[in-house]
């Protein structure tokens, strides 16, 4: 079983950067990759970035690309969710969970070991 635990959310002025970590415990050497996910108030969970736990393979949803960067910290068995210029669009709670196939996929039924999320709110 392995153990998800997000951090470094809060509130934040649009345009800004934050960075979300993803720390992993357990046994990690069973996980193909992470995955972060993000749930605004009345919708539906979507992915926004994953990686394969070798970090060879990257996945982005079209909304995201080239303002977000997912990576990942071998040693400290941590993936990371790089955020620059926040939007309000961008206020959700923030998941990561562990990937079931490789390459990541965009699905979250492919996904398990759901952390408990951390609050991202941007301010226009």
């Known amino acids: 079983q392995v153990q998800l635990a997000e951090s470094g959310g809060g509130l934040v002025r649009a345009g800004v950067s934050l960075r979300l970590s993803c720390a992993a415990s357990?046994?990690?050497?069973?996980?193909?990759?992470v995955g972060w996910f993000r749930q605004a108030s009345g919708k539906e969970r979507d992915v926004v970035a994953a990686?394969?736990?070798?970090?060879?393979?990257?996945y982005y949803a079209d909304s995201v690309k080239g303002r977000l960067t997912i990576s990942r910290a071998s040693a400290k068995n941590t993936v990371y969710l790089q955020m620059n210029s926040l939007q309000s669009e961008d206020t959700a709670v923030y998941y990561c969970a562990t990937a079931r196939t490789v390459p990541p996929g965009a699905e979250s039924i492919l996904y398990d070991n759901w952390g408990q999320g951390t609050q991202v709110t941007v301010s226009s």
């Open positions: 990686i394969s736990w070798s970090g060879g393979s990257t």
């Open positions: 357990g046994r990690t050497y069973w996980t193909h990759g």
